[in-house]
């Protein structure tokens, strides 16, 4: 069994999702127009002070019974699910599901902009928004995929392993708008997987999916996984 989430699996945590509006001092922008390289190479400090703003708000929440659940199924029948996720937030993980396949990385960790040279060191970084190397200039940014950028190798590749070889594939939260993570639930389909998409609202995958529950992900997971004890 696979299963792929997306931001609305955070949602119910308080996580916005991207098509949320956004709040406060960011509502002026569009998500799209921060989370590309073009963005953070045009304006780094807004950037960096975005993802701020997300971490801050990250860390402030608590993974829900939709993550719980699927963290309790994968400990219970282990080795049985394979969980794929969109989402950079670090929930499932926090959940209990340590070996969640993060397609899109990871907002919790930051990586050099440009390719590290020998005197970009961590250990050295010179603090600001975002911190840079002291000597060359190499800026630090979050460890997600930007709008525009490829995916991981090796996450795609075990995703896609996943979606080739289960029977049943659980999409929970996603809009089915995002390639190509909402490709693995059409390689699922194709190689006689069932698949099922739980959303409170209608996505791009429903008519390819067997089965749409509408509800939301906290509400749904915990009975359909038996973990609502
Ligand atoms: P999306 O914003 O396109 O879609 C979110 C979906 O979640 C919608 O279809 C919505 O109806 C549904 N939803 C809302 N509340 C729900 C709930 N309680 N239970 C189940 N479904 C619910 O998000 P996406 O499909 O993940 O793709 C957009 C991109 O946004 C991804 O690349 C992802 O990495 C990124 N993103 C991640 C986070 C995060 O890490 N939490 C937050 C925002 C965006």
Redesign the pocket.
Known sequence: MAALT???????SG?????DAQTGLWAQFRAEELATEAAFRADPQRVWRWYQYRRELIAAVEPNAGHRALAWFGKRHSGRLTLVT????GLHQRAGSGDAIAL?GS?LQDRWLDQPRACCDVRNIEPGAPPRCPVCGNLRRPDVVWFGEALPTRALAAADEAARSCDLMLV???????YPAAGLAHVARRQGALVVV????E?ELDEMAHLCVRE???QCLPWLLGASH
């Open positions: 997306g931001a609305g699996m955070s949602a119910e996580v916005p999702t991207f098509r969109q989402n950079v937030d899109h907002i929970i939260g996603t809009s089915g708008m995002v739980i959303n409170p609202a996505t939301r992900a906290a």
